[in-house]
């Protein structure tokens, strides 16, 4: 076997990095004493209704309102309870509930008894008191016409707003009282109603959205911090919370879209038959030239001349066609060079893209043969009995290889002119490509000794061998993660961070790979025990 660590000089190992080197083996203990737990949670069906109550009790509890009042509060604020506390802070109550629809004064009128022969202004028709409803803003209409006002706003998708049926009312109605008026004689539509609502706390929230997951896996994911991140369901599915797109960094959103089109759509095949064909003038087919003279004939049976394009006779020589003379050849060869040098720069990060995706599925299947490789290491008569290290190394290689193949797909974007053409000089453009690329190279060096290295067959060296490979794997998983970290870094502050353009923001790096969310545990009393263990409310774990 190759000695590593004396014949390559992309990385080495002493005894000054041992300390670094035996806290990354340590990592995940580490993490679990250090780190403050996860920061994006799993909703599943059963803790959605818990999740959406925590923050209602929130509201109820600083405003003093009923929970119907709470949810048309936070519903208008889009499930945003410090902007709403925000907003009660710098305006008053009066102007947060007119904003969102809350009737302020809920006594108004609402005591005040119905006639006995009450006619409604919608329907114009005289109905008994018993049969008529009045809102919290005060306006009272006939059950009927209430009934069918509900059914439209409900069908039209807006059952999370329906608003009072008076004209120029802001008032939202009640949706004890939409509940109760539906159940009557129309269920399903108080079913569906009822789902909305339950819903909203996904659909309105910006800090949670669906997994992706396809066939769906039924759960929501809802991330504390920062919303431009990764995550990971507890299905398994990995993503963007920005896009919903699989995890892309460190690509932009926008970058990934444009990317994912690109390989998935025909845009390479058109682009090539441009550069290689000509379409018929007749028929309009396209025609590949096969020989060196300048006349080509379709199989329709007309005659054109390739460099301009045009209709033609057929009596010809080498250097001219008869009747015919064209001054555009040079117009027409910068087109088709430009088209094959746009291609030729697809193909390079492409295939480079598509090599390492492919060397991460390959690399999967490694899993199941180091274990086994572990297996027959701890059975053997050795004094090494811990190889974490190799299942640490393992993921690294999983990480790394990750954000090789993005990088490719980042910078076909970031040094072409499809997006930052008018962004950056030439000069400026040459800069940050080189600066990139040879951080590029320097993680695709050490990424590919990682691989060799793990793919060795360590179950039949000895002790001092496995010692060995153990620190080669662990200082290059060090440097590897210290790489990683270094490109995100160039990105954010040396090429995106210049250009000042908020939309190609990515998701940041995290040395332990995209978190997993764990499982939603709600508490409305804020009461913990001594486990961290809710008391009382929300224990979905």
């Known amino acids: 076997m190759d000695d590593y660590a004396s014949s390559d000089e992309d990385y080495h190992y002493d005894s000054d990095q041992e300390d670094s080197v035996e806290a990354y083996e340590n990592d995940e203990n580490y993490a679990l004493l250090s780190s403050k737990g996860p920061t994006t949670k799993v909703i599943t069906k059963e803790s959605l209704l818990a999740a959406q109550k925590e923050d209602l009790r929130r509201v109820m509890d600083m405003l003093s309102v009923r929970e119907q009042h709470a949810r048309t509060l936070l ?3 889009r ?3 410090e902007n709403l506390f925000e907003v009660y802070v710098d ?14 004064d809920e006594h108004r009128d609402s005591d005040s008894p119905v006639p006995p022969d009450f006619m409604c202004n919608i329907c114009m028709d005289e109905v008994p008191s018993s049969k008529t409803t009045r809102m919290d803003c005060g306006h009272c209409f006939c059950n009927g016409c209430w009934i069918e006002h509900f059914i439209v706003k409900i069908n039209e998708g807006q059952s999370k707003r329906i608003r009072c049926m008076e004209h120029k009312c802001n008032s939202i109605c009640d949706e004890a009282v939409v509940r109760t008026l539906l159940s009557r004689e129309h269920s399903h539509m108080a079913e569906k109603y009822e789902r909305f609502l339950l819903e909203s706390y996904i659909e309105d929230n910006k800090r949670v959205k669906w997994c992706p997951s396809t066939p769906h896996c039924g759960n929501a994911i809802r991330v504390e911090d920062d919303e431009l991140c990764e995550v990971e369901c507890s299905c398994g599915v990995q993503f963007c919370f920005s896009c919903l797109s699989e995890a892309h960094s460190p690509c ?23 550069v290689h064909t000509k379409p018929c003038p007749k028929c309009h087919k396209p025609v590949e030239k096969n020989g060196g003279c300048n006349l080509v004939s379709c199989i329709c049976g007309q005659a054109f001349c390739w460099l301009c394009g045009g209709a033609t006779g057929r009596e010809h020589t080498w250097s001219s066609i008869a009747g015919h003379s064209c001054g555009r050849y040079k117009e027409q060869e910068k087109t088709a060079e430009r088209a094959k040098r746009d291609l030729y720069r697809y193909m390079h990060y492409h295939n480079r893209y598509k090599a390492h ?18 297996s027959i290491s701890e059975e053997k008569d050795s004094t090494l009995r811990d190889y974490s290290w190799v299942n640490n190394g393992l993921s690294r290689l999983f990480r790394s290889r990750r954000v090789l193949s993005y990088s490719y797909a980042f910078a076909f974007y970031m040094f072409g002119d499809e997006l930052f053409k008018d962004e ?3 000069a400026q453009r040459e800069i940050k490509q080189n600066l990139f690329e040879d951080q590029q190279q320097q993680l695709e060096a050490n990424v590919e000794k990682l691989s060799k290295i793990l793919e060795e067959p360590f179950e039949t060296f000895s002790d001092d061998k496995v010692v060995e490979i153990r620190m080669q794997i662990l200082n290059l998983s060090t440097i590897i993660d210290k790489l990683c970290q ?3 870094e160039c990105i954010e502050n040396d090429l995106l961070g210049s250009l000042n353009l908020g939309i190609h923001s990515i998701a940041p790096y995290k040395s332990k790979g995209i978190e997993r969310a764990s499982e939603l545990s709600v508490c409305w009393n804020n009461k913990v025990n001594n486990t961290g263990k809710c008391l009382l409310w929300g224990l979905f774990e």
């Open 252 to 274: 932009s959103c926008l970058m990934w879209e444009l990317w994912a089109k690109k390989c998935r759509d025909e845009s390479e095949t058109v682009n090539w038959i441009t």
């Open 357 to 374: 995706t492919d060397s991460f599925k390959i690399e999967s299947k490694l899993k199941e043969t180091i274990q086994g490789k572990i």
């Open 424 to 426: 950056m000089t030439d």
């Open 79 to 81: 499930w945003d309870v």
């Open 486 to 488: 270094k490109m995100y």
């Open 75 to 77: 519903i208008f604020h």
């Open 91 to 104: 305006k008053g109550k009066s102007f947060l509930f007119a904003e969102a629809g809350v009737s302020v």
